[in-house]
C-alpha cells in the first residue's frame, strides 16, 4: 500500500500544491454569510430570485482571491484551502449549537475562530425563521414531520443544503462562452410578455441571469488583475511567465469561448467553482470531460502547442484545486456521507453519439493524472461498454492496484437501454456521464439530484410488518397493518404485510420530497446553475420550476441485502423447517439475542438461511420481489416539475447511499437476518459484511438478478481486494474479464474496488498519524479513511476481503 | 466425495475457472494445504474461535465429543454419525468436509459460473486425487465434455495408470504434479511411490495428451538445485513437455491442521518468496520449457 506519491511521478510543482492542500486544516470562512446575510437585509422588498443574483454578485466581486505560489490553474472558493464557506440560507441554527464541537468530530471537523464563532452568532439570530429548513419543515403535515423525526424516511440533507447532484453544459459553455450566454438572455428578455404573471416571474430571471453572468465575469476578471499585478511584481522569470498566461486565460475567457486546451480546462474548472460559491448542494460534476475538451487537446497537440506532460501538470492542478473546495454539514447529516468530500465526478470512456468507443488520448490522461494525485477529489468514473479499448481497462485495473478506490465503473450496457426505456432522447442517453458517486444524468440537460432525494429505512418497514404497522422505536403507528407476526400463518401473509407498508412508506417519501422541493424552489433558487442547463433560458425558468429538458430523481433505499436476508431466514428456518418458532423469533430479536438461547437462534439465522450474495435464487428472487413492491409505488408519482416543461418528472430507485448504512443502522434494532441491534446495515446493494462467502462471481450474479433496469440511482457494489490479488498482469487481465462478464452478460449497473489490506486498515485505525493520506472507497467515493467515524472504519475493515490467491 | 466447489480461481489452469475438489487422496504430503483433502471419508473440523460452548455437539455425540475447559475435545474414532453432525453446529465451529454429490449436482454448481468462463476459462478437477474417485468422476467428465467446458485435471498421477487411461479423452489439460524423483524422499514425505509417479508421466506423455508440469517447492524436501535439476532434467526427457509451473510453498493451510487435530509436519518453516524460484525458472527455461509461477 503506497501512503506516498512518488515525487518522480510528478513536477516540484505539483507535489508542493498537493502538500499544501492536504496538509491544510479544514476550517470555516464567513464571507459568504456575511455578504450574503447583508443583502438579503437591504433587499426585503426584492423578489427571492434577484435577492440571490445580488448575494453572488456580492460575493464574487468582494470575496478574497489568491494566486498560489506556482499554480497553473486559478479560483479559490473560500478565503482559505479547506475553509468551508457558510450558507445561511438552507440552515443555519445547527451552526451556534454545534460550534464549540466542530473541531472535536469524530469525523468530518473543523476548525473555527472565537471571532468566527462570534460573527456567526449574530448572522444566525437574523436568519431565524427564514431559512430553507424553516421553511420545509413548515409545509409539511405533522405526519411528515413525525416520520422524519422517527428516522424512518430521512431529509435532512435535502433541508439543510441546496440540491446540486448535476452537471451543467459543458459543451456549450467552451462553445460560445460568457459572453454567448449574455446575447442568448437579452434574446429571450426582449421576447418577455410582462402582463402576464408568468412574464413578470421571467422577467425577474433574465434580470438575475444577467446579474449573475456579469458577476462571474467580474469574478474572472478580478484573477486577471491579481495575476497582472503578480507578474509585474515577479522577480522570476520562468514564473512571471505563467503568471502572465494566467492573466491573459483570465481576460480571453472572462468574455470569450476559450481557444485552447489550457483556457478551456479553467473556464471548466471556474464554472465548477461558482456553482459551488452560488449553492452548497454537493455531487457538483464535471461530465465527460475527456469528451468535450479532447478537440482543445488534440488541436494543441498537433500543432505542437502543448506537451502531454504540460497538460497532464494542469489536470493535476485541477484535481487539486477541485480537493481544496469544502463543505461543513451539520453532525446529522456528516453522519450519512463519511469523509465530507464534495463527490465532484468526472466521467471518462463510454461511446460516442454513433456508438463507437470514445476512449482517448485524454481519457488516458485524465486516468493517469488522477492515479498520480491519489485523491479523495475528482471522483473518477470510467464508462464501460462491451467494445471499450482493453489497452485502457489495463490501465484502469492499475490505477484500481493503487489502492485509492478509483476509478469506478458505470455500465452503458444497462444504463443506456434503461434512459432511452425513460423516454430519453437517444443521442442524450448515448452522453450520460456519472454524478457524484455512481448515479447517472445526462449532463447539462438534467435537473437535480438524479439520486438524493430522502433516504428511506427498509429495516424499521419491514420491523413494522411484523408488528401490524407499529415502529417500536417511536411507538408510533404510521401505518395500520395487517396482523400481527404471531398470527402469521404462512409467509405469505408476513410478505402481504411488507406490501402493505412499504407502499405507505413509498408515498410518504415522496410527500416529503414534495414539500422539500417546493421550500427549495421558492426560497433558493440557483440562478448560475440554470443559466447552464439546457431549456432553462428559452423556458425563463429556473431548473426547480421545471426549466430543465429531463427531470428523474430517486431517493435512495437503505438495507437492501439485510431485507432479503431477513425475509428468506423467516421463510427458512420459521414456515418450511419451523426450526425457529414465531414466539422464540420475536423474543430473540426483541431482546437483541440475548442470553445463550438468543445467541443460538442468532447463529441459526446467520449460518443455516441463505444469504444474498451467494447466487442463490432462494434469497435473490425474494429480494428482487419485495424491493419491486417498492419501485412499481414509486414510479406512480411524479416530481413537483410536472407539466411544467421537462420530459419524464417520474421517480426511480437507487441505493447509492454513500455510508449512510451506519446511521441508518444505528436506528434499527435486531432484525431476522441475524444482524445485532444497532449496528450498521448492508451498504448500497452490497451483500451485509462477512455473508459472501461464494467470491465475487457470486455476488455479480446476485447483484445481477436486482431489478437495475429500474434502479436507475444506482446499483452500488463495492468490491474490495487485497493488494497481491492484482499484481500481475494475467490477474489484471481476469479482474478485466470478470468485470466484462457481469456488464456484457449479466448487465451489472456498476462496481467499484477497495484495494486495501485488512492490516492496513487496523493500523491506520490505530495510528491515524500515519496514514493522513490513506484513502478507502465508502461506497460510491474515495475518503480520507483517517477522517471516518470510527463506526464507519469498523464497518469497512469488516467487509468480506475476496482473494485471488488462494 | 468432494469436499469443496470454488468459483473464481484464477491460479489453478487458465482463465476463470471453478474449481471441485474431490475427497481423498492416495498420497499425504507434509505440505499439503488441504489436509482435509487426504481422507476419503468425511473430516471433522472444530475452529475453536467459533465455538460458542453451546454444547450440542457434546449432546449429539456423548462417546466422542467432551467439553473441555474452553472448548471442547473430539475423539474423531468415535463419532457415530458424521453426516448428522452437519446440522448440529449452529455456530459452525464444528463443520463437516465432504459431501456426495452426483454428477449432475456438480454440474449444476459448475453451470453458475459458465458465462465468467469466457474463451480460455472452464473447470478444475482437484483433490485429494480426482483419479482416485469412482464411477462419480466419469460421469461428471462425460457431462462436461457434452457440455462442451474445458476441463482441467489436478493429478499425483499416484493411482493406476488405467484410471488415468479410461479418461484420457474426457480431459484437455492435465495439470500433473511431480514433487520429486527421489524413492527415499518422496516415500517419507508423502507416503508414495515415487516410481508409480515417473512411469504414469511417460505413459502420459507417450498418450499424446496435453499437460502441465507442476512442481511444488517445498523447504527442506526438494528446494536445492540439486533436487530441482534432476526433476527438470527428467521433465526434459519426455515429449511432450512445454511448460512446468512452480508452486511455491505457504502457509495458509496450516491452520486446519489444527482444526482436524493432526500435527503439521512442516512447523516452522518459512513461506517461500517467488524470488527464490529464479533460479529454478531460468534453468527450465534454458531447457526450453514455459516457466510460471503458480497455476
Redesign the interface.
Known amino acids: 500500500m503506497q501512503t506516498e506519491i512518488k515525487s518522480t511521478q510528478v513536477t516540484q510543482r505539483i507535489a508542493n500544491l498537493r502538500e499544501k492542500v492536504i496538509s491544510s486544516k479544514p476550517s470555516v470562512c464567513t464571507e459568504r454569510a456575511k455578504f450574503y446575510t447583508q443583502i438579503y437585509q437591504d433587499n426585503e422588498d426584492q423578489p427571492v430570485i434577484i435577492k440571490r443574483a445580488l448575494a453572488l454578485e456580492k460575493t464574487l466581486k468582494e470575496m478574497t482571491i489568491f494566486i498560489d505560489d506556482g499554480e497553473l490553474i486559478v479560483g479559490n472558493q473560500s478565503s482559505q484551502h479547506r475553509a468551508a464557506p457558510i450558507f445561511p440560507e438552507y440552515a443555519v441554527d445547527w451552526l451556534p449549537n454545534e460550534m464549540d464541537e466542530l473541531d472535536k468530530r469524530p469525523g468530518d471537523a473543523f476548525f473555527i475562530t472565537d471571532e468566527h464563532k462570534k460573527e456567526l452568532n449574530e448572522i444566525a439570530k437574523w436568519w431565524k425563521g427564514k431559512v430553507l429548513w424553516d421553511r420545509g419543515r413548515a409545509l409539511m403535515s405533522q405526519e411528515l414531520r413525525d416520520l422524519q423525526d422517527s428516522a424512518i424516511i430521512k431529509a435532512t440533507g435535502n433541508l439543510t443544503s441546496g440540491d446540486a447532484h448535476i452537471a451543467v453544459d459543458f459543451y456549450k459553455i467552451l462553445k460560445i462562452g460568457l459572453k454567448g450566454y449574455l446575447e442568448e438572455i437579452r434574446h429571450y428578455h426582449k421576447k418577455t410578455d410582462r402582463t402576464k404573471l408568468e412574464g413578470v416571474k421571467k422577467d425577474h430571471f433574465y434580470n438575475a441571469l444577467s446579474i449573475s453572468i456579469k458577476a462571474f465575469q467580474s469574478f474572472i476578471k478580478r484573477f486577471h488583475y491579481l495575476a497582472t499585478s503578480m507578474f509585474l511584481l515577479e522577480a522570476d522569470e520562468k514564473k512571471s511567465e505563467e503568471l502572465k498566461k494566467i492573466a491573459e486565460n483570465c481576460a480571453a475567457i472572462t468574455e470569450n469561448p476559450p481557444t485552447d486546451f489550457y483556457q478551456a480546462l479553467q473556464l471548466a474548472y471556474f464554472v465548477q467553482l461558482v456553482l459551488q460559491i452560488e449553492s452548497n448542494g454537493h455531487s457538483v460534476s464535471l461530465g465527460r470531460m475527456d469528451q468535450y475538451l479532447f478537440p482543445f487537446y488534440y488541436h494543441d497537440k498537433i500543432t505542437g502547442k502543448i506537451t502531454e506532460e504540460f497538460a497532464s501538470e494542469l489536470l493535476e492542478n485541477t484535481w487539486i484545486k477541485l480537493l481544496s473546495i469544502n463543505k461543513i454539514r451539520p453532525w446529522s447529516h456528516t453522519r450519512f456521507s463519511a469523509g465530507g468530500p464534495l463527490y465532484q465526478n468526472v466521467t471518462i470512456g463510454g461511446q460516442t453519439t454513433e456508438g463507437k468507443d470514445a476512449v482517448n488520448e485524454l481519457s488516458f490522461l485524465i486516468l493517469d493524472s488522477v492515479g498520480k494525485m491519489k485523491l479523495t477529489q475528482p471522483n473518477l468514473s470510467v464508462r464501460f461498454h462491451k467494445n471499450i479499448n482493453q489497452i485502457f481497462m489495463m490501465e484502469c485495473m492499475r490505477i484500481i492496484e493503487k489502492g485509492f478506490g478509483m476509478p469506478s465503473f458505470n455500465n452503458d450496457e444497462i444504463v443506456i437501454p434503461g434512459l432511452l426505456n425513460l423516454g430519453v432522447e437517444e443521442e442524450d442517453a448515448m452522453n450520460y456521464s456519472a454524478i457524484g458517486c455512481i448515479e447517472i444524468a445526462v449532463p447539462g440537460k438534467w435537473g437535480y439530484r438524479c439520486t438524493g432525494m430522502s433516504f428511506l429505512n427498509f429495516m424499521r418497514v419491514f420491523l413494522a410488518s411484523m408488528y401490524d404497522g407499529l415502529d417500536k422505536q417511536t411507538g408510533k403507528t404510521f401505518c395500520k397493518g395487517t396482523g400481527n407476526f404471531l398470527d402469521f400463518e404462512t409467509f405469505d401473509d408476513l410478505y402481504k404485510a411488507w406490501q402493505h407498508q412499504i407502499k405507505f412508506y413509498a408515498k410518504k417519501t415522496i410527500e416529503i420530497d414534495a414539500a422539500v422541493d417546493t421550500a427549495l424552489e421558492e426560497n433558493v433558487p440557483d440562478i448560475l446553475c440554470s443559466a447552464f442547463v439546457d431549456r432553462c433560458i428559452p423556458r425563463g425558468k429556473t431548473i426547480k420550476e421545471g426549466g430543465s429538458k429531463y427531470d428523474f430523481v430517486s431517493g435512495l433505499q437503505v438495507g437492501i441485502a439485510n431485507l432479503g436476508n431477513s425475509l428468506a431466514a423467516i421463510k427458512k428456518l420459521v414456515f418450511e423447517e419451523k426450526r425457529i418458532s414465531k414466539e422464540q423469533l420475536l423474543h430473540t430479536i426483541e431482546t437483541n439475542f440475548e442470553g445463550i438461547e438468543g445467541e443460538k437462534t442468532r447463529q441459526l439465522l446467520l449460518n443455516f438461511a441463505p444469504k444474498y450474495g451467494n447466487d442463490d435464487d432462494y434469497v435473490d428472487i425474494l429480494l428482487k420481489d419485495a424491493y419491486l413492491e417498492f419501485i412499481e409505488e414509486i414510479e406512480k408519482y411524479h416530481t413537483t416539475r410536472y407539466n411544467r416543461g421537462p420530459i419524464g418528472c417520474r421517480y426511480y430507485a437507487g441505493t447509492s447511499s454513500i455510508s449512510a448504512n451506519v446511521p441508518n443502522g444505528a436506528v434499527v434494532p435486531a432484525t431476522p437476518d441475524g444482524r445485532k441491534a444497532f449496528t450498521p446495515v448492508a451498504e448500497g446493494s452490497s451483500p451485509s459484511s462477512g455473508t459472501d462467502i461464494l467470491g465475487p462471481t457470486a455476488v455479480f450474479k446476485s447483484v445481477a438478478k436486482l431489478p437495475t433496469k429500474k434502479i436507475m440511482g444506482g446499483v452500488l457494489l463495492n468490491q474490495k481486494l487485497s493488494p497481491a490479488t492484482i499484481q500481475k498482469d494475467t490477474d489484471k487481465e481476469k479482474l478485466i474479464s470478470v468485470i466484462r462478464t457481469f456488464f456484457t452478460d449479466l448487465k451489472g449497473w456498476h462496481v467499484q474496488y477497495n484495494i486495501v489490506s485488512r492490516e492496513t486498515l487496523l493500523a491506520a485505525k490505530k495510528n491515524p498519524e500515519k496514514y493522513r493520506d490513506l484513502i478507502v472507497r465508502v461506497a460510491g467515493y474515495s475518503a480520507f479513511f483517517t477522517t471516518l467515524s470510527p463506526d464507519t472504519q469498523d464497518d469497512i475493515i469488516a467487509r468480506t476481503e475476496h482473494s485471488l490467491n488462494f | 466425495m468432494i469436499f469443496n466447489v ?6 489453478d489452469g487458465n ?2 475457472r471453478t474449481v471441485i475438489f474431490y475427497k481423498g487422496c492416495p498420497l499425504s504430503c507434509w505440505w499439503c494445504s488441504n489436509p482435509e483433502s487426504q481422507s476419503f471419508d468425511y473430516s471433522v473440523l472444530y475452529k475453536k474461535k467459533f465455538c ?1 460452548n ?1 454444547g450440542d455437539c457434546i449432546l449429539a455425540e456423548k462417546k466422542a465429543i467432551s467439553k473441555t475447559k474452553d472448548g471442547i475435545q473430539i475423539n474423531r474414532d468415535l463419532i457415530e454419525n458424521p453426516e448428522k453432525l452437519k ?1 448440529t453446529c ?3 465451529a464444528l463443520t463437516i468436509s465432504g459431501e456426495n454429490k452426483t454428477a449432475a449436482e456438480i454440474l449444476v454448481e459448475i453451470e ?2 459458465i ?2 468462463f ?1 474463451k480460455n ?1 472452464g473447470v478444475t478437477l482437484s483433490g485429494g486425487e480426482p483419479f482416485a474417485q469412482g464411477e462419480s468422476l466419469t460421469n461428471l467428465l462425460q457431462l462436461l465434455k457434452e457440455k462442451k467446458i474445458n476441463v482441467n485435471v489436478e493429478t499425483t498421477l499416484h493411482v493406476k495408470w488405467d484410471k488415468i487411461e479410461r479418461h484420457l479423452t474426457l480431459v484437455d489439460t492435465f495439470l500433473a504434479d511431480l514433487k520429486h524423483t527421489n524413492k527415499e524422499k518422496f516415500k517419507k514425505y508423502t507416503g508414495g511411490n515415487v516410481s508409480l509417479v515417473m512411469t504414469n508421466m511417460l505413459k502420459l506423455d507417450n498418450s499424446g495428451a496435453k499437460y502441465i508440469i507442476r512442481i511444488p517447492v517445498i523447504p527442506g524436501f526438494n528446494h536445492s538445485e540439486k533436487e530441482m535439476t534432476k526433476m527438470i532434467d527428467f521433465v526434459s526427457s519426455l515429449k511432450n513437455a512445454r511448460e512446468i509451473n512452480f508452486l511455491p510453498y505457504h502457509t ?1 493451510g496450516v491452520e486446519k491442521y489444527k482444526m482436524l487435530g493432526i500435527p503439521y509436519l512442516m512447523k516452522n518453516t518459512k513461506k517461500t518468496e517467488d524470488d527464490e524460484l529464479e533460479s529454478y525458472m531460468k534453468y527450465a527455461e534454458s531447457k526450453g520449457f514455459r516457466t510460471k509461477i503458480g497455476g
Open positions: 470454488q468459483r473464481f480461481s484464477t491460479h482463465g476463470i460458542k453451546f446440522n449452529l455456530s459452525k453458475k459460473d458465462l465468467f469466457g476459462g495458509f
